[in-house]
């Protein structure tokens, strides 16, 4: 049997983020020897419609997935069986199979062989979910070298140690697909899957939370010391840092690079969100934590929480600015399916829905009404700050500091070159 996994395209590809499918190597490392798969991602390359295929797995977020009905439909019309697995089938499986034979609604470890043994024998279910969270030790290694080789990505060098975040923020969609669970994988396996990676240049821990849990953190970053590596943190929640242990750690082990979920700089924001454990008054402290063994911090900002209004901007920009981070994304608050802020503005009646709905989700349309401000000033403040952000003048200041402090000093200049060309991607133009 010939099955072909297919990342279809993003919305907007985000210039900061265009990584490689690694949940789709993961799928592919689970799958037996007698099945020839491949991976297709159509944020790099076009979609062969012509390869001679026996089945077709997508897998869907928000942003993809009217590309995943449109590929889902063109392989049907074909004649092949398609099936269609990640976060947004979980939230909208009825609408999933308008476009699909099947659709897998949790996660898959425990189930993927029986799945394929059923659509081998053509006697495949139209809905397929695991009755409990897999654990994720001792699996065979994603395979990596089916992603090695695609040129477009951002880097092909990424790896996930554990799955999932102890947190449930209200906006976030990873806080409702985990309930509050973090499986994580034998550390030998973590070594044994870095040593399949490009060892020369930086790799990206893709986790949600790495250091969820402190101790396994240090266990495993004393673990990959021996290993020489450089390595940038994706996720990292600022409850966890305090601590200059787990930090110093993470700089012998050759963390160049945090990124940290900081959201906003409204306490009330941050409760009202259920992200309480973010800490307002320790966030230039952890910074300056980070910064004192020499590792980059990238923030990350959410605008349009219920606490918002026009003044939250300035107060942000005051912060990014005195807080020295040396890069930052931001983002438009999103009304993602399935979540419980979703939920609550259905019931407020601040939700703005269409029949584009899903195209919208592409960084810079807002989708519900906000609290404090009008629709308009959201908008339009939204658009002051990333230009704002995104300036010639702070982004030299950030990339200057980074050489000065020899903070991942290449890293700093690609990201906020990267934030340039996203904000510039939003509203198109030239600006200071
Ligand atoms: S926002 Fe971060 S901490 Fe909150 S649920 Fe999502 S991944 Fe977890």
């Not at 499918?21 to 790099?44: F, H, K, M, R």
């Not at 697909?177 to 790799?203: C, F, R, S």
């Not at 002051?384 to 290449?410: D, F, G, M, Q, T």
Request: with cysteine; proline share 4%.
């Amino acid at each position: 049997m010939k099955l072909k996994l297919i990342a279809p395209k993003c919305n907007v590809t985000q210039a900061t983020n265009c990584f490689p499918p690694y949940v789709l190597a993961v799928l592919a490392g689970l799958t037996p020897s007698d099945i020839q798969v491949s991976i297709q991602d159509e944020n790099i390359e076009k979609i062969d419609y012509d390869e001679q295929v026996d089945l077709v797995g997508i897998t869907v977020i928000v942003q993809t997935a009217n590309n995943a009905f449109r590929i889902a439909d063109e392989y049907r019309r074909r004649g092949i069986t398609v099936f269609m697995g990640g976060i947004f089938p979980e939230a909208c499986p009825e609408q999933c199979l308008e476009h699909a034979d099947s659709v897998v609604l949790s996660e898959v470890e425990e189930i993927w062989e029986d799945i394929l043994e059923d659509f081998k024998s053509g006697t495949y279910k139209k809905v397929y979910k695991a009755e409990n969270r897999p654990e994720i030790k001792g699996l065979p290694l994603p395979r990596h070298d089916l992603l090695k080789n695609k040129k477009g990505y951002l880097t092909n060098n990424l790896i996930m140690t554990s799955k999932g975040c102890i947190n449930r923020c209200e906006f976030c969609s990873a806080g409702k697909h985990w309930q509050g669970q973090v499986k994580t994988k034998d550390i030998e396996d973590i070594i044994a899957e870095i040593k399949l990676l490009d060892m020369n240049e930086p790799i990206l821990f893709i986790d949600d939370n790495l250091i969820w849990n402190p101790e396994y953190a240090k266990s495993l970053f004393r673990s990959i010391i021996p290993l020489r590596i450089k390595w940038v943190c994706c996720g990292a929640c600022v409850d966890s840092i305090e601590d200059i242990e787990l930090v110093e750690l993470a700089k012998q082990s050759g963390c160049i690079s945090t990124l940290l979920g900081f959201e906003t700089i409204n306490e009330r924001a941050l409760k009202k969100s259920r992200k309480g454990f973010n800490k307002v008054e320790k966030y230039k402290n952890t910074i300056d934590l980070f910064h004192s063994v020499g590792i980059a911090v990238q923030g990350t900002f959410i605008f349009g929480l219920d606490e918002d209004n026009t003044e939250s901007f300035k107060t942000t920009v005051k912060f990014i600015e005195d807080s020295e981070l040396d890069m930052v994304t931001f983002n438009l608050l999103y009304p993602y399916p399935g979540t419980p802020f979703r939920e609550r503005l259905k019931r407020e009646n601040r939700l703005i829905e269409d029949k584009n709905e899903w195209e919208n989700f592409s960084y810079k349309h807002l989708m519900f009404h906000p609290k404090n401000m009008s629709y308009e000033e959201l908008c339009e403040n939204f658009e002051w700050i990333s230009k704002r952000l995104a300036s010639k003048k702070l982004c030299a200041k950030r990339i200057y500091e980074a050489v000065l402090n020899n903070r991942a000093p290449e890293h700093v200049f690609h990201q906020n070159i990267n934030l340039r060309k996203h904000v510039a991607a939003m509203y198109g133009g030239e600006w200071e």
